[in-house]
């Protein structure tokens, strides 16, 4: 009777306990550790950066390198052993950048990508680096999504909103009000390749430069003359 008893009173306690609750993202990325990168030989930058905290995901990953890049060249997306890549690696024409499209559906979380960066003489050298998606922090983002047209400001070194959400379609404007001359670059600095068509010449004081963002995904850029002075900004395109 008093075995029976002890067994009952166990089983209570184990039933009254309280469910498991899932971690939120903000709640996971409290606990995440970012791995120190590992860097190839002639690396030079990353987009997404490491150790980035992105609102949207990534239209591409591009890798920036000091010396010709040869096939077999190949970037890797990964989470939780599964690739998030869409397309093949593709190596620049000035063969100083390799990229990889990656899915527009990917689940929030932590990424780890693996590439391995091959030269002419077919030697190779690998290399990781990880950034977290958080499509929770769009919430924090101007919404300026179902309009045709919008126009960002760069006044007093800083974009004005620094972070937008667009709809697919949208035609974006920067104008300098500054006194000093702006760029709009995209990232990495001073790479400039997550997007190519992401770069503007020279704007002085009262001359703009517009694009029209027709691909999902979020787009990091700033101004190379006052990178330094973290003049920087993104937009979300849904």
């Not at 010449?201 to 694009?211: A, D, E, M, N, R």
């Not at 787009?219 to 993104?234: E, K, Q």
């Amino acid at each position: 009777m008093f075995i029976f008893l002890i067994i009952a009173s166990i089983v209570t306690v184990v039933l009254l306990l309280p469910e498991k609750t899932p971690l939120s993202v903000e709640m996971q990325e409290q606990m995440i550790t970012f791995e120190r990168p590992k860097k190839s030989a002639h690396y030079e930058s990353n987009t997404p950066a490491h150790g980035a905290v992105l609102a949207a995901v990534p239209i591409n990953v591009v890798i920036d390198f000091n010396f010709d890049l040869a096939v077999p060249s190949e970037i890797k997306i990964l989470k939780d052993g599964k690739d998030y890549s869409t397309s093949n690696t593709i190596i620049d024409s000035n063969k100083l950048a390799m990229r990889r499209d990656m899915d527009p559906n990917s689940p929030d979380g932590l990424y780890k990508v693996d590439y391995k960066a091959c030269w002419p003489d077919r030697s190779c050298h690998t290399g990781y680096f990880q950034f977290v998606i958080d499509r929770s922090k769009a919430e924090s983002y101007l919404d300026w999504r179902d309009q045709k047209e919008v126009t960002v400001k760069m006044s007093n070194i800083k974009f004005a909103p620094q972070n937008i959400r667009i709809s697919r379609g949208t035609k974006v404007t920067w104008v300098n009000d500054d006194p000093v001359e702006h760029y709009i670059n995209a990232d990495s600095h001073p790479a400039h390749t997550y997007l190519l068509d992401l770069n503007s010449p020279v704007l002085k004081t009262g001359q703009t430069f517009s694009f029209t963002f027709n691909e999902s995904g979020i787009y990091l850029y700033h101004c190379s003359a006052h990178a330094d002075n973290n003049m920087i900004a993104s937009l979300i395109v849904e």
